[in-house]
């Protein structure tokens, strides 16, 4: 019998799975765009365009290695199996295992074999493996840093034999500065990439009800051009990554973020490739430890963290709502218009670019989440269909987990609340806006500093007993004006469900 390998839209690479196995002369390729999936929510122009035509890029140079591709477009992924199997019915489809879990559950049912998966560097399967040693060896619970020293031992990455290059493991205390006050312009302007044939036919496909900027070159669509913007961070964006990484700036949305995640959760790069070549780059001398070292953390530490918990709490864990937050998505999210400066400039980040970096999307979107109770599902949906790099496995644990605490602290041990003045330490978003900071009642009073102290009051007997962040909880309860800010809080979402915050 002959073999076709299915390829889903993130598995978009030769190297990965069943596929990097695969010969043209006996094997042929099966890759479907499911129109029913494209027409399921409103999807962001950019998101959207980036991967129906990287889809049709790796296709193409699928057919110019010599491979037989049957690039099915059809109504939905199901009819695109049935199809197929239909017109050859000679043909096993085999599959490398999807990367997630409706996925996994639909080659079940359908009886399509699935091969182990080597597209990350540590299988979900081995991520369960350490947090049952862990447990066996007497522990109460498993972190991230734990997790990220042993995965640098076990890969070889800024080690020398067991011990971390530079004498630390953790250089974050590095790279937490506030903005500079000037010289905003230090960082690069990313590249763009010339729109071919099959980015302007994507293009003229895109649905009529689509929401941001038209794409413009922003995001590369082909393996070669990926491999450019990671050759470009390496060697002109990363020895100035460190220090300013949790920054925010109105004038500036990059600053010296990688742009790399989309082709990282689609398959265009292999996280090894990446963090080789930022070791590469160390080891030259052209990058400070600090630097090299934070970017390694979010590749084969945070990343990969995030992988191994949403496959050993899932599928339930994408419903979790710990804090029974229950407040429909308000439409400044669909809309973007708000007083809040912050929110605003996030926003029109997101509807310019398709993106916004970890802190933004965090300690602004996720922050507000929070503290005004927005349901973590709906929060969710929205993030999933706006981002760039969005996949259902990024999405859930970091939304779920640890922007809206919504597990009630199993990933994160404390809600990532914080009031205007974190805002305003790491950002220049504060000045000139309509709300000050400082206030948490008043007409003027900041959204984020009303609804912090409201969001500690709410959930008191909850934080109390958390030690991270009892003190805070036990303080709004000090509050002399504390009657006030329930009422201010009511008042912020209320004008947050109406549209006139």
Known sequence: ???????????????????????????????????????????????????????????????????????????????????????????????????SWNARQLLRRVGVTT????????????????????????????????????????LGILVDGETPVGGRWNFDDENRQPPPRDGHDRWPEPQRFSLDAIDQ????????????????????TTREDALERLAFFVDRVLPLFGPHEDAMLTDNWHLAH???????????????EVVDAAERAFRAGNVAIASVEGFVRQIIGWREYVWGLYWMWMPGYREENALDADLDLPPVF????????????????IDDYSWAHHIQRLMILGNLALTAGINPQQFTNWMSRVFVDAAEWVMVPNVVGMALHADGGRMATKPYASGGAYIDKMSDYCKGCTYNRK???????????????????????????????????????????????????????RKLIDGTL
């Open 1 to 99: 019998m002959s073999r076709t390998i299915l390829v889903f839209g993130d598995q978009l690479n030769r190297n990965i799975g069943v596929l990097a196995g695969a010969d043209p002369s006996r094997d042929a390729v099966l890759m479907i765009e499911s129109a029913g999936k494209i027409a399921s929510t409103r999807w962001h122009k950019q998101r959207l365009h980036f991967y129906v035509s990287s889809m049709r890029h790796f296709a193409k140079e699928l057919e110019g290695e010599g491979f037989t591709v049957h690039y099915r477009k059809v109504s939905s992924f199901r009819d695109g199996l049935v199809e197929h199997r239909r017109s050859h019915p000679e043909s096993e489809i085999v599959a490398t295992e999807p990367n």
């Open 115 to 154: 091969h182990r998966s080597d597209q990350f560097l540590t299988h979900h399967e081995d991520f369960s493996r350490w947090v049952d040693d862990r447990r066996g060896q007497g522990y109460k619970t498993f972190k991230m840093e734990d997790f990220y020293r042993q995965q640098r031992i076990r």
């Open 201 to 220: 036919e994507v293009i003229a496909e895109l649905p009529d009800d689509t929401v941001g900027a038209d794409p413009t070159g922003t995001w590369a």
């Open 258 to 272: 990688s742009l790399l995640s989309p082709y990282l959760n689609n398959g265009l790069l292999l996280p090894r």
């Open 334 to 349: 669909t809309d973007g218009d708000t007083r809040m400066n912050c929110v605003a400039r996030t926003l029109r980040s």
């Open 439 to 493: 206030l948490r009642t008043g007409d003027t009073a900041c959204p984020f500093t009303t609804l912090y102290w409201d969001f500690l009051d709410r959930h008191h007997d909850r934080f109390v007993r958390n030690a991270r962040v009892a003190t805070q909880a036990r303080a709004s309860r000090k509050l002399d004006d504390l009657a006030e800010v329930r009422e201010r809080a009511i008042e912020v979402r």
